[in-house]
C-alpha cells in the first residue's frame, strides 16, 4: 500500500548551468515533454489520489553569487500555489553535501529568502 509519493530534486545556484532554475523546475523539469512531462506532471496523471511529498530537496550554494540561492527560495513561495498535490516539504541541509552546500543559512541573502519562505502563509497550518 502506497499512501504517499515522494522525490528528492536539487537545484543548482549557477546561472547557466545544470540544474539551475527555479521552484517549477524542481519539481517538475523535463527537457522533453513528448517523452517525460516532468515528475509533477507525471505522478498527478498516473496516481492523481496520492498527496506528493518533496521528500528532500535542496539548493547548492554558487558562492561567486548567493543571490542566486535566495532567488531560488523565494520562487518557492510564489510558485508553490501551481502544484497542489505537494502537501509536504522536507529540506536537506548540510554543509559538505555531495555536490556543495545545501544550507539554508549558506549566506545571508539566502538565510534572509528562507525565513521570508518558512514564516510565509504557506506555511499557516492548523492542527
Do not use: C
Request: charged share 20%.
Amino acid at each position: 500500500m502506497v499512501d504517499w509519493i515522494g522525490m528528492d530534486p536539487y537545484l543548482f545556484a549557477k546561472p547557466g548551468g545544470y540544474g539551475f532554475g527555479d521552484f517549477s523546475y524542481l519539481v517538475n523539469h523535463t527537457t522533453n515533454p513528448a517523452r517525460w512531462p516532468g515528475f509533477y506532471s507525471w505522478v498527478t496523471k498516473e496516481h492523481g489520489n496520492k498527496p506528493l511529498m518533496v521528500a528532500e530537496w535542496g539548493v547548492y550554494e554558487h558562492t561567486a553569487d548567493p543571490a542566486q540561492k535566495a532567488w531560488i527560495f523565494s520562487t518557492v513561495a510564489q510558485q508553490i500555489g501551481r502544484f497542489p498535490a505537494i502537501r509536504a516539504l522536507v529540506y536537506f541541509d548540510s554543509p559538505n553535501a555531495p555536490k556543495g552546500d545545501t544550507r539554508p543559512d549558506s549566506s545571508q541573502p539566502a538565510l534572509r529568502e528562507f525565513k521570508k519562505l518558512a514564516e510565509s502563509q504557506t506555511f499557516d497550518v492548523t492542527l
